[in-house]
Structures are given as C-alpha cells and as structure tokens.
C-alpha cells in the first residue's frame, strides 16, 4: 500500500511538473507587449537561451529547455527574427521558434547619391553587414548577369518599402529587388520608355538627373520635358547635378565655371546625351515624371530666386539668361558663393 501510495505521488508530482512545463506561461510574463527575437545563422541552442534570458523574455530557464530538448529543438535551431507574444508556454513558443516561421521586417530606402548610402540604408534593419551588400553592388561580373554595368547598378533599386525576412542575405536580397524591378517595369512602362528611344536604364538615368534638380513632385514632369527636348535636338543636358556627381563633393550649392571644366563622361557640358548611368536613385515620381513629361517647346530652366525651390523655365537662351541673372543677383545678397 505504501509503494502504491508513494508511486502514486510520484506520478501526480511528475505530470504536474510536465503540466508546468508544456503549458504554464513562461514569456513575457509581466508584460503586455511582444519582443523580438534575433537568432543568427551560426547561433547555437545555448546562445538563443541566453538571449531569452538577458531580454527578460522567458522566466523559467529551466522548464524552457526540458521542453525544448524533449521536442528535438536544442539540435534544430532555425536562424531568424521571432516576435515572441506575452504569456507563451514553452510549448508554444518551442514549436514558433522550431517552425522557422520568422516575422519580417520592412527595408525602405530612399534619398540615395551613392552605392555605400544604398548599402548602409537597404541593411540597416537586416542581419547582412553593409560592406558585404556594398562588395556586390561593386561586382561588375555580378551586374553583367542582370544586363547591367557597375555605373547602371542603381537603376535596378526601385525605392519602396519591402517586406524581407531579417536574415536574408546579400545575394538573396539582390535577387528580391531585381524581381520588384521587373514589377515595376510593366510592358505598358517599356512602351512609354521605347516611345522616348530609351531603355528602363537610360529612363532611370534621366529621372535620377530630374530628381536632383527638383524636389517638387508636380514640376518634375516639365523638368522631363526641357532634357528630352535638348535630347531630341542633340544638344548638351547642361545638368548642374552631373557636375556635382562627377566632383563627389555633394555640399556645393552654387556650381561655377571652373566645375564645368571637370574632364567626367558625367560632365553634360561637355558631353551630349545621357551620362553613364544614374547618379542617385530616383524615386517612382522622378521615374514617372520622366515616362509622362510634359510637352512643351522649354529648353532652359534655373532654379527661381524666391528660393522656393519651383524654377523658371525658357524657351531662348536670352529669356533664359534673365532669370539666370535673377538667380544669381539672389545668391550673392544671400552670400552663397560656393
């Protein structure tokens, strides 16, 4: 009767801890909001359980593990971000992180001059180190197999907001943004670009110059209109911004004789046509803008001396010297000479 008795005890007590141990809560216990959960592609069962424990997500240690190495997790762990809700069992929470089923993150990037600005803003929320994107972005021979060149890279990057899972990597995300390059270039948007004699290259080339000369949504449309005239009519894009792009120093605001000088296949004064490639990356209005320009007979434009940041625009040099003239009366009273 005792070893009965005892036996019995013994059960009771052991299906109560299993009890406990499955089905209790264990995160979050405390709180009411979620926590992520970062585990990396070479991470261990000791590291993930060391990282419950220091970002306070789980409460018993212990009971985590038993239920973790009875459901094979400990030799499975599964790299990614978790959103770990409050007041999970062990079991559920063994079984979310053991299913791999990761929440992913946004990446948006925008406001983009430069290979390393696209680098360090596309993997700011991601597991991939800056300088591992940026190697790619440099591979001419990774480039060649989308069709482009190192100076054309950047019209491949649509700036949007993307959903990724954290831990993607490098190649697999580069692959991601030629697939929404391809959304984004519908046969109706090759039509509209092949009317123009250009490519979705050359259409982003262009919308990239657009972009660095206006801010304003609404006049980039008229902007597109004035450089696929000159284009039309063979004449020099004359784009402040190309000079400022082959000097690298983008801190200059008034763009003087001696810059038009610079020898850069980036130099539209001295060169027609369409520079090498892009020189930031456009957004869809600059992009838009550039498939939908306005019609009209302007082949001038400087920036209005309200500062407004709207322009003024010329169909003859002379008109166009007027308000060149203006502009300039407007930069030395304001003591901008560089």
């Known amino acids: 009767m005792i070893g009965v008795i005892a ?4 059960f009771t007590s052991l299906s ?6 499955f089905f209790s809560p264990n995160t979050l216990v405390d709180s009411d909001a979620p926590a992520l959960l970062k585990i990396s592609q070479d991470a261990n069962f000791k590291q993930v359980s060391d990282s419950l424990i220091q970002k306070g997500i789980v409460n018993d240690l212990v009971t985590f593990s038993f239920v973790a190495k009875i459901m094979d997790y400990q030799e499975a762990v599964k790299p990614g971000l978790y959103k770990i809700n409050p007041k999970m069992s ?3 929470l063994v079984r979310l992180l053991r299913s791999g089923q990761q929440t992913p993150v946004n990446i948006t990037f925008n406001n983009v001059r430069t290979k390393r600005d696209l680098a360090e803003k596309i993997t700011r929320n991601l597991e991939i180190e800056t300088d591992d994107f940026l190697e790619i972005l440099e591979d001419s021979a990774y480039a060649a197999k989308f069709g482009l060149k190192e100076e054309t890279v ?3 990057f649509i700036p949007n907001t993307y959903e990724v899972y954290w831990n993607v990597t490098a190649v697999d995300l580069f692959d991601r943004m030629y697939k929404e390059h391809n959304r984004f270039w519908t046969e109706e948007r090759k039509a509209k670009a092949a009317k123009l004699g250009m490519d979705p290259t050359e259409v982003s080339t262009l919308a990239s110059i657009v972009q660095a000369e206006t801010a304003k949504a ?9 450089y696929i005239n000159r284009l039309k009519r063979n004449m020099p894009l004359q784009a402040d911004p190309t000079l400022i792009f082959a000097i690298g120093d983008f801190e200059i605001k008034r763009v003087l004789n001696v810059h038009k000088e610079i020898e850069s296949p980036y130099n ?3 060169y027609t046509g369409l520079p090498p490639g892009p020189i930031n990356l456009p957004d869809i209005s600059a992009l838009e803008a550039v498939l939908n320009p306005q019609n009209h007979s302007y082949l001038y434009f400087c920036a209005k001396e309200d500062f407004s940041g709207y322009h003024a625009f ?4 002379k008109d166009h010297m007027i308000n060149a003239r203006r502009y300039q ?10």
């Not at 109560?16 to 141990?21: K, L, M």
């Not at 609404?218 to 004035?226: H, M, W």
């Not at 009366?329 to 560089?338: C, M, P």
């Open 7 to 10: 036996t019995s005890v013994l």
């Open 16 to 21: 109560f801890y299993f009890y406990q141990a």
């Open 90 to 92: 062990n079991r559920e």
């Open 154 to 156: 950047l019209s491949l």
């Open 218 to 226: 609404d006049e980039r449309p008229k902007v597109a209109g004035v």
């Open 268 to 270: 539209t004064y001295k």
């Open 314 to 317: 010329a169909t003859n040099l």
């Open 329 to 338: 009366q407007a930069l030395n009273a304001a003591r901008i000479f560089n």
